[in-house]
């Protein structure tokens, strides 16, 4: 791993906006499970990409989908074929296979025509009520780090108390080395 994301338990509130920031960082669909991953003292390591030096999804990507941004970010591009290669290869199972939510609509447009998810109605949510009954084709998805978002990853920056950060795996064993013997 060369990037793990943290969570101090100690200054967690609890209140989500992590996920909703991931997911409306990536429409609607969030690449972070908060409550899922292991906890050390304090410090909960939730389930998502730790951006891996070598990683196992890249091995067997037929289309090279997956790629190491120039600031180390490893990502899935749009020409993914949804094979899951990647989520069989990934040991932290942090990739999953989804299909990309509805778009949502104006306000004006879910306020009079009643189409799409609306305010604060999550997109599977919706998305499960209106099934058609046809499956669409899914694709790969996992933490990119927000590459190409000013400001770094909008989990991070969501956060109302501090309590996510995002640091290399060294800092976090010293951290963590801390955190025990308090």
């Not at 060369?2 to 101090?8: A, N, S």
């Not at 960082?25 to 499970?33: A, E, I, K, V």
Request: proline share 8%; charged share 25%; hydrophobic share 30%.
């Amino acid at each position: 791993a060369t990037d793990v994301l943290l969570i101090d338990e100690t200054l967690c509130v609890g209140c989500d906006n992590c996920e909703k920031a991931c997911a409306d960082s990536h429409d609607g669909l969030s690449r972070l499970d908060r409550e899922a991953g292991t906890t050390y003292a304090h410090l909960h390591v939730p389930t998502s990409c730790r951006h891996c030096e070598h990683p196992h999804c890249m091995a067997d990507c037929p289309p090279n989908a997956i790629q190491r941004g120039v600031d180390g970010e490893v990502f899935i591009d749009e020409t993914c074929i949804g094979c899951g290669n990647c989520q069989r290869n990934c040991p932290y199972g942090v990739i999953r296979m989804d299909s990309a939510p509805p778009k949502k609509p104006s306000l004006l447009s879910w306020l009079f025509l009643g189409t799409g998810p609306g305010p604060g109605e999550p997109s599977k949510t919706w998305r499960k009520k209106h099934a058609e009954g046809i499956e669409k084709p899914k694709k790969a998805i996992k933490c990119d780090m927000c590459a190409g978002i000013d400001g770094g990853p909008s989990c991070v920056r969501a956060c109302p108390t501090g309590a996510a950060i995002r640091v290399s795996p060294e800092a976090f064993l010293s951290v963590a080395k801390l955190a025990e013997e308090n």
